[in-house]
């Protein structure tokens, strides 16, 4: 279980850690928002969202996800490699946001127990008719961040995913 993670302490630990990986990745600036009972509601426009999952296993099992819009993703991708902006989910926002998830549960695996492991990040677009309609899963804890190119969240989750 991932319960080390949820002290008030390593909340904090994770907001920075959020916005170090932006900042210094991207050279994005995110701040944490208040928690809203649907969480983050993404723009109605956007077509889907992308999802970006580290799981961690030995002493301590579970999961963290990234839960972005295609503008932030894309926006992200954009500044983190320098290439033109991409249109739609593709291997270079794949690699990027993979490298955002890695960076923070990397570097949030130094919180657990020394016995944990991380594994290779999966990331992969959340089909639109699947975007609000989805089974309640076990979350642990879901942190809200915005920016100017959009929302995203930190889902802890004290289960590992199917595909892991």
Not at 29 to 42: D, I, M
Not at 133 to 156: A, D, T
Request: net charge negative; aromatic share 6%.
């Amino acid at each position: 279980m991932l319960a080390e993670l949820l002290t008030p302490e390593n909340i904090d630990v994770q907001i920075t850690v959020a916005q170090q990986a932006f900042t210094v990745l991207a050279d994005i600036e995110v701040f944490p928002v208040p928690p809203a009972p649907e969480l983050v509601v993404l723009d109605p426009n956007e077509i889907a969202d992308i999802r970006a999952t580290i799981c961690y296993m030995g002493e301590s099992q579970g999961s963290i996800r990234i839960e972005c819009s295609p503008s932030i993703a894309f926006a992200f991708t954009e500044r983190m490699t320098g290439a033109e902006l991409p249109q739609a989910f593709n291997e270079d926002v794949r690699d990027a946001i993979g490298e955002l998830i890695n960076t923070i549960g990397g570097n949030l695996k130094g919180l657990l127990p020394a016995g944990t492991r991380i594994n290779t990040p999966l990331v992969f677009p959340q089909p639109a008719d699947k975007l609000h309609h989805h089974e309640p899963e076990p979350q642990l804890s879901c942190l809200n961040f915005n920016s100017q190119f959009g929302p995203f969240r930190i889902v802890l989750l004290d289960t590992l995913p199917d595909a892991a």
